[in-house]
């Protein structure tokens, strides 16, 4: 049974951080045979694509909203993938989440396998 663990979420202030990570088992192929992604969803909108890694962690890509000031990054070794947030903003308040697809990485949510259960950002002004 695929499980996806979101953690690090959190209330911070404008202009602080905060890392979030995302822990992978039970996986039908190795988590290194997966592209990672991370998307926000606040109330009343979308689920939104925030950025999403390759497997190897040699591409990335971003949301223009988040470019700068987030990082997504991934430990094969550990089955996880982070999301480290910096310079953040009111608007950022979300709950987040992370997904897994096979193939490479994608924008769209419609495209990813697995989803975890999502945890709470919440920035002040």
């Known amino acids: 049974q695929v499980q996806l663990v979101e953690s690090g979420g959190g209330l911070v202030q404008a202009g602080g951080s905060l890392r979030l990570s995302c822990a992978a088992s039970?996986?039908?192929?190795?988590?290194?045979?997966?592209?990672m992604g991370w998307f926000c969803q606040a109330p009343g909108k979308e689920r939104e694509f925030v950025a999403a890694i390759s497997w190897s962690g040699g591409s990335t890509t971003y949301a223009d909203s988040v470019k700068g000031r987030f990082t997504i990054s991934r430990d094969n070794a550990k089955n996880t993938v982070y999301l480290q947030m910096n310079s953040l903003k009111p608007e950022d308040t979300a709950v987040y989440y992370c997904?897994?697809?096979?193939?490479?990485?994608?924008?769209?949510?419609?495209?990813?396998?697995?989803w975890g259960q999502g945890t709470q950002v919440t920035v002040s002004s």
């Open positions: 039970g996986m039908p192929f190795t988590f290194s045979g997966y592209a």
């Open positions: 997904a897994a697809k096979r193939g490479g990485g994608a924008r769209s949510r419609d495209e990813y396998d697995y």
